[in-house]
């Protein structure tokens, strides 16, 4: 009888998935890119991965907002191309917040540049370096420099930010003008005091029959060393856009979502776990894959890496996505940033890390009593296989496993999924408003070619500056992509119930304290901080990706 109710057991929970994976189909959206959920448009997706009620009209009224907002900016001022940098205030008006301000008046500051690739809207390019990089020629004359970064280098202080993923990335055309894109290196030294200085910037790696790239410096003219410092920054936002947000948490967690639909039936502990950090993931991905990055969408109307270059910078970055680069304390010691007491981040990533951890080990030790309980569950084998081999194109070689032996292996990867599909995606995605409002900070695109001589007027700065519609839209759109949302849930708190018994429900409980408790520790610091950094405050970390 036992073995009776088993086999119905089984053989419903095969139905399931049966029925799941007819519903939830994989579709390569475009070549060499993780693969998505087989959906035209969001009305494609089952009904239990779409936008509620409310979550619809809030999103469909913030899109209005936003484009009202473009077009009552751009009639506020008369002008089609800036003037002068105070020009921008014209249209900073709106949707402003404190940090905001505060970009506006300081964004031309050394430290303040510096404290961006630490703390601020994409904390991901930094890396303390172990040599000084091949592509850096320091040309006959500089030996001075050459020494400064020798030193900085054996004292340990040395960093780098290497933007050479955009290399030869085609630029786009806009309303028939031709843009510009840059692949910057920068490096940066390390203050006693934990300020992160700009000390050379190059803009262009060098190239066989060409004259040596120029490199700028911080003794250079004013307005010289600012334009370096705005490459740079436009060259962050579309790594940061496209790598950091895109790839690394939107479409990695759509492959886990889509792939834990197909494999893993709704009794399964790890679907339990799992479910609620895929809360409307899909729908929000299907909507930017039909108006964000799409052709003709946003991508293509504001930034210099759009009209098919942003395609090109997304297949560069999966086919070098490694499976150490999803878990952050291997990334983190791999770049080198541990230990580094001004990276607020970093410290605010390894606590929350160990807290969602805890939590899946608590779950998985509760369902699992062994190693060998782990190695027998097929569903779970075939999920992971599902992923790294189907979801991933084959990303073994990367690093992702295709099994799972261990519970210990298990809960690192659970642990990945989850912290990607929350805690990171809020440290890349909120900030957005806060750093790119102001447009000087971060320019979605450049009008005209790096400068090759350090002799640069203003009117040569204003020239690169993108034109007041890209300015009205891109202020817009950082608002929309990272304002709060009034229905979300946050992470730990999950609005459905998946686990019933005691034992669960104390986890949770354990999980929900270990979160109050960073909560208080990072309110407490960031009282005594000039910048407070609230990006992976738990009160700020939506349980899924939304947004």
């Not at 008369?78 to 921008?88: A, G, H, K, T, V």
């Not at 991901?124 to 420099?145: F, H, N, Q, Y």
């Not at 806060?434 to 204003?462: C, F, G, I, S």
């Not at 009034?486 to 270990?514: C, H, I, M, T, W």
């Amino acid at each position: 009888m036992e073995k009776e109710v088993q086999g119905l057991f089984q053989k419903h929970r095969e139905e399931e998935l049966e029925e799941r994976r007819r519903l939830y189909r994989w579709n390569t959206w475009r070549k060499g890119l993780p693969l998505t959920v087989d959906a035209m448009t969001e009305k494609d997706l089952p009904l239990d991965m779409r936008f509620h009620e409310d979550k619809k009209i809030d999103f469909v009224g913030a899109e209005v907002t936003g484009l009202m907002e473009v077009v009552l900016k751009r009639l506020s001022t008369l002008l089609s191309s800036w003037n002068s940098l105070d020009d921008f205030a014209q249209i900073v008006w709106g949707h402003q917040s404190t940090l905001t301000k505060r970009v506006c008046e300081s964004w031309k500051d050394d430290d303040f540049f510096g404290y961006q690739f630490l703390n601020g809207a994409n904390p991901t390019m930094l890396r303390r370096s172990t040599s000084l990089p091949t592509r850096l020629v320091i040309p006959p004359g500089a030996e001075e420099l050459q020494t400064q970064l020798e030193r900085k280098l054996q004292e340990g202080c040395l960093f780098e930010a290497d933007f050479s993923l955009l290399d030869g990335i085609q630029p786009n055309v806009i309303q028939g003008e031709r843009q510009y894109l840059a692949a910057p290196l920068v490096m940066f030294k390390m203050e006693p005091d934990g300020k992160l200085l700009p000390m050379v910037i190059q803009l262009q790696p060098p190239c066989s029959g060409s004259p040596v790239p120029p490199l700028f410096l911080p003794s250079d003219p004013s307005l010289t060393w600012l334009l370096a410092k705005i490459w740079v920054k436009n060259s962050d936002l579309q790594l940061h856009e496209l790598q950091a947000h895109l790839l690394k948490t939107h479409l990695m967690a759509e492959v886990f979502a889509v792939a834990t639909m197909r494999c893993l039936s709704g009794m399964h502990p790890i679907f339990k776990l799992l479910v609620p950090h895929f809360r409307y993931t899909m729908e929000i991905n299907t909507r930017a894959r039909t108006s964000l990055i799409s052709e003709g969408g946003i991508f293509d109307q504001v930034t210099n890496t759009g009209g098919g270059g942003h395609l090109d910078i997304l297949r560069r970055a999966t086919a070098c996505l490694t499976y150490r680069s999803l878990c952050l304390p291997n990334d983190l010691a791999d770049r080198g940033l541990l230990g580094i007491p001004s990276a607020l981040y970093v410290h605010d990533v390894l606590r929350l890390w160990d807290i969602i951890f805890r939590y899946v080990q608590g779950i998985v030790h509760l369902h699992y009593s062994g190693d060998k309980d782990v190695q027998d569950d097929s569903e779970l084998q075939a999920w992971c296989r599902e992923i790294t081999e189907i979801g991933l194109g084959g990303a073994q070689d990367r690093g992702f496993p295709v099994s799972f032996k261990s519970r210990a292996e298990l809960c690192h990867f659970l642990t990945m999924c989850i912290f990607t599909s929350s805690a990171q995606h809020s440290a890349v995605s909120q900030g957005q408003q806060d750093w790119y409002t102001w447009v000087p900070n971060a320019p979605d695109t450049m009008r005209q070619p790096p400068p090759t001589t350090k002799d640069v007027t203003l009117e040569m700065v204003m020239a690169t500056m993108p034109k007041v519609y890209q300015s009205c839209l891109q202020i817009a759109m950082t608002w929309l992509l990272s304002r709060v949302q009034p229905n979300r849930v946050l992470l730990g708190y999950p609005k459905e119930e998946y686990f019933s018994g005691p034992e669960s429900k104390a986890v949770l409980s354990r999980f929900q304290e270990d979160l109050d408790i960073l909560e208080r520790e990072i309110v407490a610091r960031n009282e005594g901080l000039d910048l407070p950094y609230e990006y992976l405050l738990p009160s700020r970390i939506e349980n899924s990706i939304t947004i």
